[in-house]
């Protein structure tokens, strides 16, 4: 499995940005895909991430009521929509997926692809 991840980009604070993630395969077990960021100088952590069953997504608290995720099956991609972006945003994006999973997990160590990230900047 091959991920590409892209949207990234330099935007003002209280922008949106749409990053999206392509897999290079489909398939019939459940899976989850899961956007993870890091800042410069901190640990990557979990942003957000959905399972292939429509139904079930997670959330970090920052991201809660700002970030969505969402996908588009026959595109066979994920997306990351950030709306009202702040500095503190800033961080390259990587998305990944954790195959066989029926929740999604936060920590990075349980998935097993990632792509390769995407930087996104806020600031003014």
């Known amino acids: 499995v091959q991920l590409q991840a892209s949207g990234g980009g330099l935007v003002q604070p209280g922008d949106s940005l749409r990053l999206s993630c392509v897999h290079s395969?489909?398939?019939?077990?459940?899976?989850?895909t899961a956007w993870f960021r890091q800042a410069p100088g901190k640990g990557r952590e979990f942003v957000a991430g959905?399972?292939?069953?429509?139904?079930?997504?997670r959330y970090a608290d920052f991201a809660k009521g700002r970030f969505t995720i969402s996908r588009d099956y026959a595109k066979n991609t994920v997306y990351l929509q950030m709306n009202s972006l702040k500095p503190e945003d800033t961080a390259v994006y990587y998305c990944?997926?954790?195959?066989?999973?029926?929740?999604?997990?936060?920590?990075?160590?349980?998935?097993?692809?990632w792509g390769r990230g995407t930087l996104v900047t806020v600031s003014s």
């Open positions: 959905a399972i292939n069953d429509g139904e079930t997504t």
């Open positions: 990944a997926t954790d195959l066989g999973a029926r929740r999604v997990q936060a920590m990075s160590r349980a998935y097993d692809y």
């Open positions: 395969e489909r398939t019939v077990t459940y899976y989850a």
